[in-house]
């Protein structure tokens, strides 16, 4: 079964290109300072602007305050915004762009309720839980625990690797797969030969 990438954690537009030669469907730009994938407004708003037709471009906040986001989107039509952190859905829904919301999958968690407080999403992302860290952590979680019913389009984050994915989805069967340091040479640098492998494995090609 095929399915859609996002790569992310994109820093730099050579990597933003390469993943896009290979069949990216979108590209990830955190907007997080406390990552080592984080990416200035304007430098990114200038990759965007050189990528080809078809590509979306992802913003991704953790509890961000309105005016930086505000700064990241009027910058192009195109962004499309996922939030990592605690936000509600209004808060998601304030700034009148499509929206993925990123969720922590542990044990116990209510998957279903969890997203379907987020109705008005895109997506519903699903990531491993770690305390204190928002996300990227490079860990994966139980796939089990994500409800085969769920009437949101899942996007599947944690520990993909091109080594992985391919069973990911044919267990998940994921509208998207998200991969950010699973494709990386160095933190914050991708891959050319990764990136190729993981999107062949996703789609299955």
């Known amino acids: 079964m095929s399915c859609r990438v996002k790569i ?4 730099n537009l050579e990597d933003a290109l390469i993943a896009c030669r290979h069949g990216a469907d979108a590209l990830g730009f955190v907007f997080y300072e406390k990552s080592s994938r984080y990416i200035d407004p304007q430098a990114a708003n200038e990759i965007v602007a050189q990528l080809p037709p078809f590509v979306v471009p992802v913003a991704l906040f953790v509890n961000a305050e ?9 910058g192009s039509a195109r ?3 996922q939030f990592h952190g605690d936000e509600t859905e209004s808060t998601c829904l304030q700034y009148n762009r499509p929206y ?6 542990r044990e116990g968690g209510d998957i279903l309720a969890l997203g379907q407080a987020y109705s008005s999403a ?5 990531d491993a839980y770690k305390e204190g860290v928002p996300g990227g952590t490079g860990e994966s979680f139980d796939w089990q625990l994500i409800p085969k019913d769920a009437p949101f389009s899942v996007i599947l984050a944690g520990g993909l690797t091109p080594q992985n994915v391919r069973a990911a989805v044919e267990q998940v069967a994921p509208y998207a797969v998200d991969v950010s340091g ?11 030969s990764r990136i190729q492998e993981f999107i062949i494995g996703a789609k299955c090609e």
């Open 79 to 81: 962004w499309t915004i």
């Open 100 to 105: 993925i919301k990123a969720l922590r999958v």
């Open 8 to 11: 992310c954690g994109i820093t």
């Open 66 to 74: 309105s005016a930086l986001i505000k700064r990241v989107i009027t």
């Open 182 to 192: 699973g494709v990386e040479r160095s933190k914050g640098l991708k891959s050319e």
């Open 122 to 126: 895109s997506a519903i992302l699903l």
